[in-house]
């Protein structure tokens, strides 16, 4: 069951198929991959005495390195330990602290001093371990991956931490393997023609997405940029063709921006798969008329990797459909391997149409949080993962999130939902971007806060950006104040950070020009 083991078969079927790519170029084909791989898990067994179970982090930008190490973790029977590249070393060092890793591979193999590392975990760079050894024989214990059972333990995911401190979501090789099937079935086929494009952290989502493209002997792509550029995406695309990527919203709106400036083709862009929260109607309406239909609407937590819910493309594209409003503000329908729920207060089905907290079970439901059984036991109640997510499932099947249950504003007595303020205000013109939290308040308990980015050149001022709400949804749910700010921030993975808009809230600091 070691995932790896698909790296390997791969190899065997389709040796010559290219597998590795750095921009335009090619790095290794599928043996030239599986050699790289496999003489990595030799050397952390051989010089670090990497056990079946031990952790071992990355903490590295985007690289065709990044791929040669997870599956050389993975072929010693190591757990991979992510950690998005982004982060603060000492923000690394504690995720490194709790996994208990014994090695972090960095670019430079430079980035921790000692006293951020505990004793006995070594840091090392990526570039020895990416370039290879001499082959040896076939009789060497190690010629094929180590064998994992399906509940052993492969990557060790430390969550964004947006709602607290990052815990560690354990997926098992039987998790990854659920995960990536789904993927033909519920996203899209892949065949050894395409290619995934890592553009988003590996890290994360865009990273996870690695399995069924080895599986099918398919190409990995990482952009000389070793991130994201739109301008580079779309060149890569027209050269290297059939080309899929992960993107958060964010991301299309910097491409979709991209083609509007410069007036790039999309022709080589297959399919982009967006993730990390919904789109809302108003960008997804200015993305498919610019880009076209290359949209795919996923759903998904660490603690259910990439697979709770799935809208097809076919249904995102297809405008004239009359019920076309309503699917697309949906994040569509159960994945193959899952059930979905949603869950009243009481922790029962709630009815169609009736909004509740998003459950669900299934073979890529995480085994816990890493040593962190209370926290387990919350999450996982009855075998269901309760997601903290806010939704409500239609008669079709379609699932549409509202909020996160803690962002739900309760004013007055009322529930106010952030999504439906943000889907409104989205559609004005001049919006950018806006993010709705709510404040305490002594007289509502909470008023609802927009933090609005305008388009430049924009004239909108709180009157009347107030004035064209109201026209558009019930008074009680206004925004009580506007904030307007450059640009929203973001946590390392493109999402709206909004436990930082809270926190400039409490601090009530003049500089924020909070219109009351």
């Known amino acids: 069951m070691n995932v790896a083991n698909w790296l390997a078969d791969a190899a065997d079927r389709q040796p010559g198929n290219p597998a590795l790519l750095q921009g335009e170029h090619l790095v290794a084909d599928y043996a030239g991959f599986r050699a790289l791989a496999r003489q990595a898990g030799r050397r952390l067994a051989a010089d670090h005495g990497i056990?079946?179970?031990?952790?071992?982090?990355?903490?590295?930008?985007?690289?065709?390195?990044?791929?040669?190490?997870?599956?050389?973790?993975?072929?010693?029977?190591?757990?991979?330990?992510?950690?998005?590249?982004?982060?603060?070393?000492?923000?690394?060092?504690?995720?490194?602290?709790?996994?208990?890793?014994?090695?972090?591979?960095?670019?430079?193999?430079?980035?921790?001093?000692?006293?951020?590392?505990?004793?006995?975990?070594?840091?090392?760079?990526s570039v020895d371990y990416a370039t290879g050894l001499p082959a040896r024989s076939d009789a060497d214990p190690l010629a094929r991956p180590i064998s994992r059972a399906p509940g052993d333990l492969a990557w060790l995911f430390y969550t964004s931490g947006t709602t607290g401190k990052s815990k560690g979501v354990m997926l098992s090789h039987g998790n990854l393997t659920a995960m990536s099937l789904c993927y033909p079935v519920d996203v899209e086929p892949v065949t050894s023609n395409d290619a995934i494009l890592y553009c988003a952290p590996m890290s994360h989502g865009a990273g996870l997405y690695n399995f069924i493209f080895v599986r099918t002997a398919a190409r990995h792509v990482i952009p000389e940029s070793r991130g994201f550029d739109p301008d580079e995406v779309f060149s890569i695309a027209s050269v290297i063709q059939n080309v899929s990527f992960f993107a958060a919203p964010t991301m299309v709106k910097r491409l979709v921006d991209a083609v509007e400036r410069h007036g790039l083709a999309s022709d080589g862009i297959r399919s982009i798969i967006l993730g990390g929260a919904p789109m809302y109607r108003a960008d997804l309406e200015r993305a498919l008329a610019i880009i076209g239909p290359k949209f795919i609407q996923i759903y998904g937590q660490g603690e259910s990797p990439m697979t709770i819910t799935a809208l097809a493309k076919d249904i995102i594209a297809d405008r004239s459909h009359p019920e076309w409003k309503r699917f697309v503000t949906s994040v569509g329908h159960a994945q193959s391997c899952v059930e979905v729920r949603v869950l009243s207060e009481k922790g029962k089905p709630a009815g169609w149409g009736v909004r509740g907290e998003v459950a669900v079970r299934g073979g890529t439901v995480m085994k816990g949080y890493w040593r962190n059984q209370p926290a387990t036991d919350a999450a996982i109640v009855d075998g269901w993962l309760r997601t903290g997510d806010i939704g409500y499932l239609d008669e079709d099947g379609l699932l549409t999130l509202t909020d996160r249950s803690k962002d739900v504003v309760i004013s007055g007595g009322s529930n106010i939902y952030p999504r439906e303020v943000e889907e409104v205000l989205a559609l004005h013109p001049d919006v950018k971007e806006v993010a709705i939290v709510g404040q305490r308040d002594p007289e509502w308990g909470e008023v609802v806060v927009a933090f609005v980015a305008l388009r430049p050149q924009s004239q909108q001022d709180e009157e009347s950006l107030l004035s064209w709400f109201v026209s558009r949804m019930a008074s009680f749910k206004k925004p009580r104040r506007f904030v307007f700010v450059p640009e929203l921030p973001k946590n390392g993975y493109g999402k709206i950070a909004k436990t930082e808009l809270r926190a400039l809230l409490e601090s009530d600091k003049p500089a924020l020009g909070i219109a009351a």
């Open 51 to 125: 056990m079946p179970g031990d952790r071992v982090a990355v903490f590295m930008k985007n690289a065709t390195d990044y791929l040669v190490l997870l599956y050389g973790i993975w072929w010693c029977g190591a757990v991979v330990v992510p950690i998005n590249c982004k982060l603060h070393p000492a923000e690394a060092a504690e995720i490194i602290r709790d996994a208990g890793a014994r090695l972090v591979f960095t670019d430079d193999g430079d980035i921790f001093g000692d006293a951020l590392l505990v004793d006995g975990c070594l840091e090392n760079t």
